[in-house]
Every structure is written in C-alpha cells, then in structure tokens.
C-alpha cells in the first residue's frame, strides 16, 4: 500500500513541476507540494481496553493518562491555491502514534494565509481532518485531526518555509499485555474486544513547500 501510494504521490510531484515551470505568468504557482516535519508532546491520553484474560474473567479498563510522551511525524503533501489566501491540500506519509507504533495518516487540510502578497512573511491558520492508519496488530482505521497555525518565510517565489505549531488529535488502537505471575504477556486478537486510546497533542514542526 505503501509503495502505491509512493509511486502515485511521485507522479502528482512531477506533474506539479512540469505545470508551475510552464506557467511563467501566474502571481503564484497554482500547484502546491511540498514536505512536513514535526514533533508532537502528547499531554493527555484517554485509553479504553476490554478483553478476555487468561483465567477467563473479562477486564474493562477506562483511564486518563496525563504523562509526557513525544512522537515524531514526517508528511509530504500536494495541494491547490484556491487564491493567493487558501490552499487546499492533501497529506500523508508515516507519524508515531504511541511507544514503539507507527501509524499512516490521510488527510485534507485547509490553510489560510494573511496578508495579499505571496511573496512576503505571512501569517497562517489551518485545519485538516482525516483518518489514519494503525498498522499494529490489525490493520484499523481511525479519524485524526489538527488545528493550527504559523508563519511562512518566503525563499523564493516557489518556495516557502513554514513554521508551525498545532493541536493534534488522533485515535489509535495499541496492543495490550496483562500481568501474568509478574510478567506483561501480549492479549491475543481473539481475546481481544476493545483497545480505543485517544491521544491529546501539541505539535511543533517545520516544512517546505514548492
């Protein structure tokens, strides 16, 4: 899935390229692209776990958890400026989403920027929505969402560096061990009913877009 998804994003790059280079009388490029990095502080978490144990008696766990974790994230992202103060885009690649999980996330995010000149500093806000994927145990499905804003440095014409903060949520569903004599042993799938954690974080990052 991942090595489509890769193939497809490059072709929209190109296609991208070839379409701003050959349109010289714009006041900006119509086609985006560009990459996203960031690190993001998770400061509140809400996890749910119900399952069978290994002595049979089901276990029905429901706690907030306020400890400090950080995971990182990396997006490409391939957009449209709607006009010289929106840009639709899509985003995608690979983000942490708990210890040691990886998730892929799917999202359309919509960012206005202040100010009339593309070519100067300028303010930004932003929203996005979407799902992500969490690849750990069974594949599921699950929505994520940002908030946010920052500030754009033009280099060039065609290139932009962002700064950026947000708010982040995301659903996610690690695995769950219990203690057996001592030891944390992994719940099987089968035994397995709910393993729902919401995840509540600030995000500082920094990208690039052409």
Not at 65 to 92: E, F, H, K, P, W
Request: hydrophobic share 40%.
């Amino acid at each position: 899935m991942l090595k489509k998804t890769g193939i497809i994003l490059s072709l929209i790059l190109m296609t991208a390229v070839v379409t701003s280079a050959a349109d010289k009388t714009r006041a900006f490029p119509r086609v985006t692209f560009g990459l996203e990095g960031s690190y993001a502080v998770t400061f509140l978490t809400f996890n749910h776990y119900n399952y069978i144990s290994a002595e049979g008696y089901r276990v029905n766990s429901k706690k907030y958890d306020t400890g400090i974790r950080g995971n990182g994230q990396l997006l490409l992202n391939v957009g449209c400026n709607v006009s010289r103060n929106l840009n639709l885009a899509l985003y995608t690649g690979m983000t942490g989403i708990y210890s040691r999980g990886l998730g892929t996330p799917l999202t359309l995010r919509a960012t206005v920027l202040f100010g009339q000149d593309p070519d100067s500093r300028r303010w930004f806000t932003f929203a996005d929505g979407g799902v992500i994927a969490d690849w750990a145990g069974e594949p599921r499905v699950s929505p994520c969402g940002k908030l946010g804003g920052g500030y754009r440095i033009s280099l060039s014409r065609s290139v932009k560096l962002d700064f950026i903060l947000a708010y982040q949520m995301l659903v996610a569903h690690p695995p769950v061990n219990e203690d057996i004599g001592g030891t944390l042993v992994h719940v099987a799938e089968s035994r397995l009913r709910r393993s729902d954690t919401w995840g509540n974080s600030l995000a500082f990052g920094i990208g690039l877009v052409f």
